[in-house]
């Protein structure tokens, strides 16, 4: 399926309003890698911008979430951004948008006399301040690229261990306040340990409670216990279930349990079906202490693992568990400080990349952690270095980007009425 069939078959009415489009991402740095490739992690991105009607604007209505539609279709990635949205995140230095306007021209996918009027005033949103910009997304991308779902790859894997051995999953039934009440369910999970240094590590990484079980004979050390409830316990689980061995089952079935109870409208009674399933849960978790292939109640569970990004998830988690990081982050973090420093220098974004071949190598696993982090560390630096020197202006004529603005929405509402 090409891009151009899956929105004219599922998102026409994104068609109807938009005023620009491209590729952006890999394809459009010249970095992309076939998806049949082993080493292939990328998905095809795409952004479009679009006017809704008039009544979004005068009227009640919001498009999308604060402005932003997100669409994942197969190898599909498809950014879509209402336009004063878009020109805002222009006016800020973003770098995932700023792209589209410095695109070679075969990677445009549309663009209409409003989208091209944005085009030719890209000069607006030139500026010094686009150094924040881009050294805080290359920050972002640096921590990314060894942290595993927001911790290193070797604490999940030490957790993993420890909860398989001394952890527990349990959904807890309390008895109701009144009898006309029904009983409260709640997941928790937690871990018990005499080692009292690793209980604070968790409290403080982690949040929960925790506290001492009790003081034991003079044969025993005391033990003490972390817990989470609720959300963050199942979030918890997602986070180690990749890992997990023994206690793998009985992780799925909290999860699905969480599912159940935070997919339920709130503010009315728990009806006899409703308690039923929970009981289910409940009952399943036990057997599965001793059963570790008891099925999971419910409908079938989907688990996003925590490097299943778009449709390339699983390829993703071997290649960082091979090369020890991320290496589409780290592609991405040299990307960014170059791509800044250059535009610094002259106010020009050069999407596609002269170091594409470099990008590659990274991308591939040639480069070794340490020399990615000694070249980031570099470019840190110098584009510190142009910040100071750049003869930019220091940030964009707000007067001038709100004006075009107005005429790109203006523009777009004449011509689709006729005038």
């Known amino acids: 399926m090409t891009i151009t069939t899956l929105m004219t078959e599922k998102h026409q009415d994104i068609l109807d309003w938009c005023i620009l489009a491209g590729w952006r991402g890999s394809i459009t740095h010249g970095t992309y890698i076939q998806k049949h490739d082993p080493q292939s992690i990328d998905d095809k991105d795409a952004m479009y911008i679009v006017v809704p009607p008039e009544d979004y604007y005068l009227g009640l209505k919001q498009y999308g979430s604060h402005g932003t539609v997100e669409i994942k279709d197969g190898e599909f990635d498809i950014v879509v951004y209402e336009a004063k949205k878009f020109i805002s995140l222009l006016a800020q230095g973003n770098p995932n948008v700023l792209c589209l306007l410095w695109l070679r021209p075969e990677y445009y996918l549309m663009q209409t006399t409003a989208g091209k009027m944005i085009v030719e005033n890209r000069s607006l949103f030139v500026g010094r301040h686009v150094y924040h910009s881009f050294c805080g997304y290359a920050k972002d991308q640096l921590y990314k690229m060894t942290h595993f779902a927001g911790r290193p790859p070797t604490e999940l894997a030490y957790l993993a261990g420890i909860f398989d051995g001394e952890g527990h999953v349990s959904i807890s039934a309390t008895a109701p306040v009144k009898e006309t009440y029904a009983p409260l369910y709640a997941l928790q999970v937690g871990i018990t340990n005499t080692d009292h240094d690793l209980i604070q590590h968790l409290l403080d990484e982690y949040g929960g409670f925790a506290g001492r079980t009790g003081i034991r004979d003079g044969h025993r050390l005391d033990a003490y216990r972390w817990r989470l409830a609720g959300p963050i316990a199942a979030k918890f689980l997602r986070m180690l279930h990749p890992l997990l061995r023994i206690k793998k089952r009985q ?31 409940l009952v399943a978790l036990k057997i599965a202490r001793r059963f570790k292939s008891y099925p999971v109640p419910g409908d079938e569970l989907e688990i996003e693992e925590p490097y299943q990004q778009a449709y390339m998830g699983e390829k993703r988690r071997q290649l960082v568990e091979k090369y020890g990081f991320d290496v589409k982050c780290a592609g991405h973090l040299i990307r960014l400080l170059r791509s800044g420093i250059e535009f610094l220098k002259d106010g020009e974004l050069q999407v596609m990349r002269p170091d594409a071949q470099q990008l590659l190598e990274i991308k591939r696993g040639e480069w070794t952690l ?20 750049s003869t930019l202006p220091e940030k964009p004529d707000m007067e001038k980007v709100n004006r075009l603005c107005v005429d790109v929405v203006k523009t777009t509402w004449q011509e689709r009425n006729g005038n």
Request: aromatic share 8%.
């Open 251 to 281: 992780a799925e079935i909290g999860i699905a349990f969480q599912q159940c109870v935070s997919g339920r409208p709130k503010g009315r009674p728990l009806t006899h079906t409703e308690l039923s399933e929970r009981d289910e849960y």
């Open 370 to 389: 340490d020399r990615v982090q000694r070249e980031a560390d570099d470019l840190f630096k110098l584009a510190q270095e142009a910040y100071v020197r």
